[in-house]
């Protein structure tokens, strides 16, 4: 019997290298925005488990529809009470006949809904909308997820440079020769600009960017900022003019005139755009800034033009507006529950969320105590501070304070 031949072993062959994968943004981490040490940034559930969750957070084209909806239905109820409701309440029939033109000419109620409210009610949605894309994008670009243009100084820094033009104008509508329509808006964006380069910088130390240096060090500036408003309007020597200003920096759409809008709507239209072009880039952020740079984002030169957008967006909403917090802070979480947490969804209804928000709060601020007109910047804060001491609260175990 011929013995059978021996088997030669096989060698086994090295398994294919794995398929780069592009992450799934979940919620802004409480990681350092320049990564902690390690892997900064990787979700630790698997990767079916991560995308069933993500599926879960944010849903499907037929949710985001309808949430989409709902708010536009919400958008447009929040207006129309807005137009009626004040110290003259106003019939809706007779707001809708001075919406479509069907109202008599000349009529207080038309002249109230379309001279006096309806600019305001516009503006509050315009600037509600800005301050709440800024939030979510802010809250992508350093990967916390309690930074909003209030609490980062920002806001304080816009306020200061419109502040200083209020001053140096003396009431006149002029600084060198340039108006104060132009004026503001530049040197709320400069000194919004200074803020976040101060709070960056204070709050980066050894390469990283903690959460808790973050939110402090936009605390400490917030209120260097403002003391220094306030310095300059005492200085001045204008009563009338420091009240004035006073009642602007707490947050008032009082002011509110159709050539006030033009600006604000116009900068908010192209932000948005702009930023929905980044949308890819700003969910690598999400995910960690290794992945984002193994993926061919230039993290350090996307985050500097970002953060010039925010603040460009942030200032001009100031200027019109005054410093109104806790609007970036709250619509973004909202809207980040409703459809997830990539931004072509997430910015769309954000902005909704801010306009529906603003527009609610002016209106509380209009009849809490009518005729008298409370800033609607106090009521966003009597809201949004509980809702930053919540998102404190619900912080998971181990994560970075």
């Known amino acids: 019997m011929t013995p059978e031949p021996a088997r030669t072993a096989s ?3 090295d398994p294919p290298p794995p398929r780069p ?3 799934t943004p979940t919620d ?3 990681t350092p925005a320049g990564g902690p040490a390690g892997s900064p940034g990787r979700d630790p559930r698997p990767r079916a488990g991560r995308a069933g969750a993500d599926r879960r ?5 037929l949710r985001y ?4 909806a709902g708010l536009l239905l919400a958008l447009a109820a929040a207006v129309i009470a807005s137009l ?3 110290s003259v309440r ?3 029939g007779q707001v809708l006949d001075a919406l479509t033109g069907r109202a008599a000419d000349p009529s207080p109620y038309r002249t109230i809904v379309l001279d006096v409210r309806l600019p305001r009610v516009l503006l509050g949605a315009v600037v509600g909308a800005g301050l709440a894309v800024v939030g979510a994008v802010l809250q992508a670009l350093v990967r916390n997820r309690l930074a909003d243009p209030f609490l980062l100084g920002i806001s304080s820094g816009a306020s200061a440079g419109a502040v200083l033009v209020l001053v140096v104008g003396g009431g006149a509508g002029l600084v060198g020769g340039v108006t104060t329509t132009i004026a503001m808006p530049a040197a709320a964006f400069a000194g919004a600009l200074l803020a976040l380069v101060l709070v960056y910088g204070l709050a980066r130390r050894g390469g990283t960017l903690t959460s808790t240096r973050l939110v402090l060090a936009g605390v400490a500036v917030s209120y260097i900022l403002s003391a220094l408003a306030t310095l300059l309007l005492v200085v001045a020597g204008r009563p009338e003019q420091f009240q004035e200003a006073m009642y602007w920096s707490l947050g008032g759409l009082g002011s509110a005139r159709w050539d006030t809008l033009v600006l604000p709507a116009a900068v908010l239209a192209v932000g948005v755009a702009v930023l929905l072009t980044l949308a890819r880039p700003l969910d690598l952020l999400l ?3 290794e992945d984002a740079t193994i993926l061919g984002l230039d993290t350090a030169r996307f985050r500097a033009a970002v953060f010039v957008l925010a603040s460009l967006v942030t200032a001009v909403m100031v200027a019109a507006s005054g410093a109104v917090g806790f609007v970036g802070l709250m619509a973004p979480h909202a809207a980040r529950l409703a459809v997830g947490a990539p931004h072509r969804r997430l910015l769309p209804v954000a902005a909704l969320g801010g306009a529906l928000a603003l527009i609610l709060a002016d209106l509380a601020a209009r009849t809490v105590a009518a005729p008298q007109d409370v800033p609607v910047g106090v009521l966003t804060a009597l809201t949004g501070g509980p809702f930053f001491l919540w998102l404190m609260r619900r912080r998971p175990e181990g994560a970075q304070p």
């Open 65 to 68: 529809a309808v949430v989409v």
């Open 11 to 13: 060698t086994p062959k």
């Open 90 to 92: 106003i019939p809706p």
């Open 57 to 61: 957070a944010g849903g499907g084209p």
């Open 287 to 289: 995910v960690g800034e």
């Open 84 to 86: 009626a409701l004040g």
């Open 21 to 23: 994968r592009i992450p």
């Open 28 to 30: 802004p981490a409480d």
